[in-house]
């Protein structure tokens, strides 16, 4: 097996389709945004009748069309009435937490996710989680600008999803 070592310049050009931009664009939007926040706020699972009850943007019938059109774009996932999902968080633990300024965590989707929380709020951040190589613990400071110098010789493993070779994950520092 080859590895294959891309810059992050490589890895952004491989989206042919611009599919970045529209993900970006649905991000974006008041409801988009509002899922994000509570999940900041107070992470998750968030009960979509709440979302929707929170909304006032629409009826709550479009509310949650937008919610349906939100997970079939692949930004959140809708379980058993609740988001459980919203890139980068997830509401069940993973091996990626971010730990906020004021202490509290959450989990981030993939590796990737985590690095791009610290951007996405524009606050200072800790990532904590475990080598994939040889499992020793991980901590360094990611702030808006990229992680600090003790992430030196940290590496972000990307593989592809069997299920779904259009997907790539970054599962792995």
């Not at 599919?19 to 979509?48: C, K, M, Q, S």
């Not at 009826?59 to 079939?72: C, E, F, G, I």
Request: with cysteine; glycine share 8%; hydrophobic share 45%.
């Amino acid at each position: 097996m080859l590895l294959e070592i891309k810059t992050a310049d490589e890895l952004i050009a491989l989206d042919l389709d611009g599919r970045a931009g529209i993900r970006r664009a649905a991000r974006e939007t008041p409801l988009g945004r509002r899922v994000l926040g509570l999940f900041l706020d107070r992470g998750g699972p968030i009960p979509v009748a709440e979302i929707v009850a929170a909304t006032d943007e629409g009826s709550p019938k479009a509310v949650r069309r937008a919610l349906v059109a939100l997970d079939d774009d692949d930004l959140i996932r809708i379980r058993d009435g609740l988001v459980d999902i919203a890139y980068p968080f997830s509401a069940a633990a993973t091996p990626f937490v971010v730990r906020l300024p004021d202490g509290r965590e959450r989990y981030a989707c993939c590796a990737l996710d985590a690095l791009g929380i610290a951007p996405m709020t524009g606050q200072r951040v800790e990532i904590v989680s475990r080598c994939h190589h040889c499992a020793e613990p991980l901590a360094f400071p990611v702030t808006p600008n990229g992680p600090g110098p003790e992430a030196e010789g940290v590496m972000l493993w990307f593989g592809k999803r069997p299920e779904d070779d259009r997907c790539k994950v970054a599962d792995s520092l």
